[in-house]
């Protein structure tokens, strides 16, 4: 095989210097470069946070996915759907939500079937 056995010259990185002013003021880089990684901490520890806090709103929603109603029956969907109601006792109405679950399901099933016959048919005219 013809692989060359030296490997290709990189690019030299360019060495930023101070300029006369920055050395006589005295800027201080290391403090600079403390203040960036305390704001880089606080940063993603409010993106963890975040994160987190999402995490905790799916998982109270998830029996309202899409991967949950295609795929649970109405009885495996009831049991989220109340727990959801039991954490927001006041904001949701138990019974309702329940029936709306129940009829999301079927509606996304009705939905699916029809996508389905469309892709199908679209298929076969091409």
Not at 33 to 48: A, H, K, M, P, R
Not at 105 to 115: G, H, T
Request: glycine share 4%; hydrophobic share 35%; with cysteine.
């Amino acid at each position: 095989m013809d692989i060359p056995d030296q490997l290709p010259e990189k690019r030299k990185k360019r060495v930023r210097r101070l300029s006369e002013q920055a050395k006589n003021e005295g800027i201080n880089f290391t403090k600079f470069g403390n203040e960036c990684l305390e704001v880089y901490d606080v940063t993603f520890s409010q993106i963890q946070w975040r994160f987190e806090k999402l995490t905790e709103v799916y998982d109270d929603f998830h029996c309202v996915t899409s991967e949950a109603l295609a795929i649970k029956s109405v009885e495996e969907l009831q049991k989220p759907a109340a727990d959801l109601a039991l954490k927001c006792n006041g904001d949701i109405n138990g019974a309702e939500i329940l029936s709306e679950v129940e009829s999301l399901k079927f509606q996304c099933s009705a939905i699916l079937r029809l996508l389905n016959i469309e892709i199908t048919r679209c298929n076969l005219e091409v």
